[in-house]
């Protein structure tokens, strides 16, 4: 159950930054890349599950997944790879490196107004 994990983790973030702020979270954004294999529904459901009367109770999560980056190491570009074509746009090279795949992050935080 690897996004309960990571709804726990998101629950405890969420409800400090809104101890913090004295506010009633309403939604989050957060961003994983695509290795990072996070099931949006899952997570979403997880997270509903624990959330139940807390503050964080009907929240929406916005989940992002980003894309792999490459580095080409014959022109020295970074670039989004695309696996259906693999080759550096700039030099159409296909002598890249994989970057490290993006880690799980709570990009913001909304909260209800007034
Ligand atoms: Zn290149």
Redesign the pocket.
Known sequence: MHEAMVAQNLLEKISEEAAKQNAKPISAKISCGKLYAINDEALRFAFKAIAQDTMCESMKLKIEHKTIQAH??????D?DIEFSQP???????D??ELLPDAPLMLEEIEFQEG
Request: include cysteine; charged fraction near 10%.
């Open positions: 080409c190491k014959n022109c020295d570009l670039f080759a550096c746009p700039n030099c159409g090279g002598n890249f």
